[in-house]
């Protein structure tokens, strides 16, 4: 098992920044790849963003790449998601999740073992 929290979500103006904290904590946070996804009313959960175990690939949707920075410290047992140039569809509700390095596609959420409980990003105009 490994439990995931995240923190750093909040209200903050178009055009800011903000950035995310998932802390692991369970099994060994390194044997595992860990992804972002958003989820915003009434609209499916979406990728966002996916690093590999070692920190060595990141991977972005089209719609965050050039503003979103995915990065992780296994010292800490923690991913980071710095957000900058925060748009108003920015606006949603933000997981981390872990999975094993074996499964398939990085941007599909049925590949993901583990899930945080998510926090709160919104952009206000």
């Known amino acids: 098992q490994v439990q995931l929290v995240e923190s750093g979500g909040g209200l903050v103006q178009a055009g800011g920044s903000l950035r995310l904290s998932c802390a692991a904590s369970g099994r060994t946070f390194s044997n595992y790849n860990m992804g972002w996804f958003r989820q915003a009313p009434g609209k499916e959960r979406e990728f966002v963003a996916a690093?590999?175990?070692?920190?060595?690939?990141?991977y972005y949707a089209d719609s965050v790449k050039g503003r979103f920075t995915i990065s992780r410290d296994n010292a800490k047992n923690t991913v980071y998601l710095q957000m900058n140039s925060l748009k108003p569809e920015d606006t949603a509700v933000y997981y981390c999740?872990?999975?094993?390095?074996?499964?398939?596609?990085?941007?599909?959420?049925?590949?993901?073992?583990?899930w945080g409980q998510g926090t709160q990003v919104t952009v206000s105009s």
């Open positions: 690093i590999s175990w070692s920190g060595g690939s990141t």
């Open positions: 999740a872990a999975r094993y390095p074996s499964r398939g596609s990085y941007r599909s959420s049925d590949q993901y073992d583990y």
